[in-house]
């Protein structure tokens, strides 16, 4: 397997708060070529994560962010530069927007406005799903209702663990979105809503076909564990050494 691992932060989130720099030696020493922020301890600026990533040769994948709008636009970008990130994902929006067909317009609308000013500063946009996305609206699963509506150049990141609780084939979407799906949150286990997550390679997710229908589109497979029962650096060192195993 060629395509590069990277780990979203967000699973290490108690430990970078206590000791970021550690942390981030030791992901890197695990053999993750990249990372995904989703925001920093308040002892850590944008500047100086980007510092440690650069000492370590950690690339920066993507970031989970707010959108680019508001009040809060320039900083949000400046941030985003600071990090040298190339691609910003929203990582949640109300699931009350994705009830009905009028307000997945509304939603449209929204992310086609954060695209633009993402676009105009550089940056490429994904949308990160959860299960709900993938509920039926008039028999139709929501986030392909809402790609109708949306820019062309809008990209998805596609969490392929709650597609899979969501009740549909993750391997499906992934080679239904093609060249619009080129991050895939990779992560494990009973693919139920409250079940703890496990190592990559130790729960019911069907990795390999996941991994096979997203070739050639795939740029980085991101590892994200958003709890676990185990440890949770252990839990990422397994899931890393299986993936390369494939």
């Known amino acids: 397997m060629t395509t590069p691992i990277g780990l979203q932060l967000y699973s290490v989130r108690e430990y970078l708060d206590k000791e970021f720099s550690g942390t981030i030696e030791r992901i890197a020493r695990m053999g993750y070529a990249g990372v995904e922020t ?15 990533f650069d000492q370590h040769g950690l690339a920066v994948t993507s ?3 707010p959108l680019p709008l508001g009040e809060d636009k320039n900083k949000i970008l400046d941030s985003l530069a600071a990090i040298g990130c190339p691609h910003l994902v929203s990582p949640w929006m109300d699931p009350d927007y994705y009830s009905s067909l009028e307000k997945i317009k509304i939603l449209a609308e929204i992310f086609n406005e954060a695209y633009h000013v993402a676009d105009d500063n ?7 799903n959860h299960a709900f996305e993938f509920a039926l609206i008039e028999d139709k699963p929501a986030m392909y209702t809402l790609m ?12 392929t663990y709650w597609i899979k609780v969501a009740g549909i084939d993750p391997s499906e979407v992934v080679s239904h979105l093609g060249e619009r ?66």
């Open 181 to 246: 799906a080129p991050l895939l949150h990779i992560k494990d286990g009973p693919a139920t809503i409250d079940g703890d997550m496990t190592a990559v390679g130790e729960g019911v997710m069907e990795i390999p076909a996941i991994i096979n229908s997203g070739e050639p589109y795939t740029e980085w497979l991101i590892v994200e564990l958003d709890r676990c029962a185990t440890d949770m650096l252990v839990a990422i060192e397994k899931s890393y050494k299986y993936l390369t195993s494939l």
């Open 38 to 52: 989703a925001g920093f301890p308040e002892s850590i600026t944008p500047i100086q994560a980007k510092t440690i």
């Open 63 to 65: 970031s989970h962010s």
């Open 148 to 159: 109708d509506y949306l820019d062309p150049g809008i990209n998805f990141q596609l969490d």
């Open 122 to 128: 550089g940056l490429r946009f994904s949308i990160h």
